[in-house]
């Protein structure tokens, strides 16, 4: 059964930095994209990133471009990691690490159909 294992997150002040963690387990079949999206209260989820299977192909929403970054184990492929930098309140949330087949629409929430536990990321001013 396909599990995703989330690690990292944590309560940081502005410009701080943190690395999240996300671990899949249990598919069959390769090839499968990873992403993050994450929550804020009262707010819908958004995408964050994604990177394909290869590691090479990485995708960004417009908030976090530039200050965050995914990436996958290059060995483990099963392994991605979100390093957030200059971390700023509008941050604050829930994380989800997600995973899906296919390369199409990364940004769709729906497309999505494996996640993990969330973890929370809190900035204060």
């Known amino acids: 059964q396909e599990e995703l294992v989330q690690s990292g997150g944590g309560s940081v002040q502005a410009g701080d930095s943190l690395r999240l963690s996300c671990v899949a387990s249990?598919?069959?079949?390769?090839?499968?994209?990873m992403g993050w999206f994450r929550q804020a209260p009262g707010k819908e989820r958004q995408f964050v990133a994604g990177?394909?299977?290869?590691?090479?192909?990485?995708?960004y929403g417009e908030s976090t471009k530039g200050r965050f970054t995914i990436s996958r184990d290059n060995a483990k492929k099963n392994l991605v990691f979100l390093q957030m930098n200059n971390l700023q309140p509008e941050d604050t949330a829930v994380y989800y690490c997600?995973?899906?087949?296919?390369?199409?629409?990364?940004?769709?929430?729906?497309?999505?159909?494996?996640w993990g536990q969330g973890t929370q990321v809190t900035v204060s001013s």
């Open positions: 997600a995973a899906r087949y296919g390369h199409a629409d990364i940004w769709r929430l729906s497309s999505y159909p494996y």
């Open positions: 990177v394909e299977w290869t590691g090479t192909g990485a995708y």
């Open positions: 249990g598919f069959i079949i390769k090839d499968y994209l």
